[in-house]
T-cell receptor, first 112, second 115 residues
Framework: DTAVSQTPKYLVTQMGNDKSIKCEQNLGHDTMYWYKQDSKKFLKIMFS???????INETVPNRFSPKSPDKAHLNLHINSLELGDSAVYFC???????????FGPGTRLTVL | AQSVTQLGSHVSVSEGALVLLRCNYSSSVPPYLFWYVQYPNQGLQLLLKYTSAATLVKGINGFEAEFKKSETSFHLTKPSAHMSDAAEYFC?????????????FGQGTRLTINP
């Protein structure tokens, strides 16, 4: 069984469009995260939710809006996509703050 | 603020040789440190973690790392490289924020294994 899953795996879209990436975890964890990995493989946290409450909100354009309908899901909606948004986006989850994070397989977003 | 520096963006070793990937951290509080591995087109997987217990930490796939406070280092080693070890390796430092874990990653080190 997949622990952390993301859909879609690949997303190709035009500049200016709005798109969403979905994430689900079946580990029963309380906390979920979104990361962005750029073309140089650098990973940076974007958001974190704990029990559906936004805990970490890094310096991210407000075109990015996370939504957590329940503890097992954390979706990422992106408005007015720009070329610089092209990256691989990873979802992750953890039980608490000092344990490992489990990562999804990633969503490769390409903005044309 | 916490930060991590990985020395060497690319390391190449021969199969069977020692693997050494370097990581130095900066943290104003006792750090929790992690090594993650990323195989091509996959997500990250935990190799090992240091959480203020034993300074020598053993992980999966024969990897280990030693926490050295005096050197602010957490280098990753493996005595004998295998072809399957070829991947991107990330060192990270973390701190807790209201139940969440903020991981700050290094730049990553790509490990290549030569036959």
């Amino acid at each position: 069984d997949t622990a952390v899953s993301q859909t879609p795996k690949y997303l190709v879209t035009q500049m200016g469009n709005d798109k969403s990436i979905k994430c689900e975890q079946n580990l029963g964890h309380d906390t979920m995260y979104w990361y962005k990995q750029d073309s140089k493989k650098f990973l940076k946290i974007m958001f974190s939710y704990n029990n559906k409450e936004l805990i970490i909100n890094e310096t991210v354009p407000n075109r990015f809006s996370p939504k957590s309908p329940d503890k097992a899901h954390l979706n990422l909606h992106i408005n007015s996509l720009e070329l610089g948004d092209s990256a691989v986006y990873f979802c992750a989850s953890s039980q608490d703050w000092n344990n490992e994070q489990f990562f999804g397989p990633g969503t490769r977003l390409t903005v044309l | 603020a916490q930060s991590v520096t990985q020395l060497g963006s690319h390391v190449s070793v021969s199969e069977g040789a020692l693997v050494l990937l370097r990581c130095n951290y900066s943290s104003s509080v006792p750090p929790y440190l992690f090594w993650y591995v990323q195989y091509p087109n996959q997500g990250l997987q935990l190799l090992l973690k240091y959480t203020s217990a034993a300074t020598l930490v053993k992980g999966i796939n024969g990897f280990e790392a030693e926490f050295k406070k005096s050197e602010t280092s957490f280098h990753l080693t493996k005595p004998s490289a295998h072809m399957s070890d070829a991947a991107e390796y990330f060192c990270a430092v973390s701190r807790g924020i209201q139940g969440a874990q903020k991981l700050v990653f290094g730049q990553g080190t790509r490990l290549t294994i030569n036959p």
